[in-house]
């Protein structure tokens, strides 16, 4: 393991790999596209490919290192993500972390009941108002599937919650390409047109793909529409190891980053220059025990130190658990994968919040990885070293032995340190004071304060117009 600077937190970036192992992986990926080849199935984008020199059979097409090296050098190395109001919010590159909840869980546990039952339209709503209130949480996703709307509908439904309900960007999942149409139009209708949203995007798509060797048709078309329109766009392999990849790290790693490069070809021959973000999420070995996909496992980091070689943002996956509810597995899951995933330099970090390996989501567990976050920046913050933080003259003025609670020094610095809102450091009979509530109990009670106290910056009323047309036109062609 290799230590490097971590610019901008002031504290250590870890790669897994070395300058050796790094180039056998990337000459891998080369051999899979250019050798072995990769299935593609959509025409226009084997169009693109064989204009551009790979070679095309069908729809198996080998694609020539050079392709992928005149793509390495044509994308921008930093891709920026803005708030509502146009100002840049999450610039990201090489050591810039930000966090962010994950979409579509089918469940959801009620921090009002503690029960788990299936989402609605609503819990979309306040989840959205919450990430808006929540200062350490950079972006927002639609963190569930709501079942009380047509679920061929549910993503456009969803994105009109999210741009109503928080001024952050939006990492977007459309389930066809329709819904991602859908969604750029609101996100249009919000900033003020096309050029506007090209720009100072708002909202980028994750695209979920087979896997790095099969490219599906409606994966394939969200990258193309938004590379056309020049937008950034999240192109994400996402395999199990053991099942749709090697077992081994290595050849699954090498697998999804080969798809990865495929997507980047795509996306800098439909439009040279567009946007793209790396995938740097680790493909998930499938526990041969209980045939689950588990989300906290230690292997990781592996395809983010290959990703990050090539100097593309990219997107990773840290803060969910494989525990079925908030408990101490779930806390120290979501820790070790968020620390985890700092160290190794993510950009994009997503799926706070998640439980039950991604199908149950909780905002008393987002709320709580949130002060996660907080602590996490506390670690990396750098520390001051002069002549005023050594404290010379104050250690002389104490003397051997002497006391430092009442000096005008520690009046003057005390709250240059960390304190958590959240987690409990009081004393045994303060807490029993304040109720003994555990952890869980204050994380519910901070989420229901928050969306009673927090109303986020409504949508001018001709913009909220715009986007309920949107839905309502896209129910009447269904």
């Known amino acids: 393991m290799t230590w490097k600077s971590l610019d901008t937190m002031g504290g250590a970036h870890l790669t897994r790999l070395s300058d050796e192992q790094f180039e056998k992986i990337h000459a891998a990926c080369l051999e899979i ?20 020199g790979a070679q095309v059979d069908g729809n198996l097409v080998r694609v020539p290192h050079q392709m992928v090296e005149s793509a390495l050098l044509s994308a921008p190395k930093k891709v920026t993500l803005h708030n509502r109001h146009g100002e840049p919010s999450m610039p990201l590159e090489v050591n810039r972390c930000f966090f962010g909840p994950g979409s579509d869980c089918l469940t959801i546990i009620d921090h009002r009941t503690d029960q788990r039952r299936k989402p609605v339209l609503q819990d979309v ?79 980028t798509c994750y695209i979920n793909v087979v896997s790095g060797a099969v490219h599906n048709t409606e994966s394939l078309r969200k990258l193309l529409y938004l590379s056309g329109k020049g937008l950034p766009s999240l192109y994400i392999p996402g395999s199990n190891a053991g099942v749709t990849s090697p077992m081994t790290q290595a050849g699954a790693v090498a697998l999804d980053t080969a798809g990865a490069l495929l997507g980047l070809v795509l996306a800098q021959l439909k439009q040279e220059g567009a946007p793209y973000i790396m995938s740097a999420m680790d493909p998930a070995a499938l526990d ?24 593309l943002p990219t997107l990773s996956l840290a803060g969910g658990t494989d525990s079925k509810v908030v408990d101490a597995q779930a806390a120290a899951e979501a820790a070790l994968t968020m620390l985890a995933d700092v160290f190794m330099g993510g950009n994009l970090i997503h799926d706070l919040g998640y439980l039950e390996s991604g199908l149950t989501y909780s905002f008393a567990q987002l709320v709580i990885c949130e002060q996660m976050v907080d602590w996490i920046k506390g670690f990396f913050r750098e520390i001051e070293v002069s002549d005023l933080t050594l404290a010379l003259d104050e250690i002389e003025r104490a003397g051997p032995g002497g006391m430092y609670l009442n ?11 960390w304190y958590p809102d959240l987690f409990e450091r009081g004393s045994y009979t303060d807490w029993e004071k304040k109720g003994s509530q555990t952890l869980l109990e204050r994380a519910s009670a901070r989420v229901d304060k928050l969306l009673a106290e927090h109303q986020p910056e409504p949508l001018p009323e001709e913009v909220r117009v715009k986007l309920r047309k949107i839905v309502e036109r896209t129910g009447e062609k269904k």
């Open 407 to 417: 000096s005008r020094h520690t009046q003057k610095h005390f709250k240059q340190t």
């Open 33 to 52: 596209l250019g050798r072995i080849g990769v299935r593609v199935d959509l025409p226009e984008a084997l169009d693109l490919l064989k204009k551009g």
């Open 288 to 311: 041969m025990r209980t045939m689950v996909s588990p989300y906290a496992y230690p292997e990781r980091g592996f395809i983010r130190s290959v990703s990050q070689r090539y100097g």
């Open 125 to 203: 709503v306040e989840g959205s108002r919450l990430c808006d209130a929540l200062p350490n949480i950079d972006f927002v996703m639609s963190m569930v599937l709501p079942s009380d709307v047509d679920a061929t509908l549910a993503d456009t439904y969803q994105m009109e919650a999210m741009l109503s309900n928080t001024v952050k960007p939006i990492l977007y999942v459309s389930y066809e390409s329709q819904g991602l149409v859908n969604a750029v139009e609101m996100a249009e209708a919000v900033v003020g047109g096309a050029d506007a949203l090209r720009e100072k995007p708002i909202l």
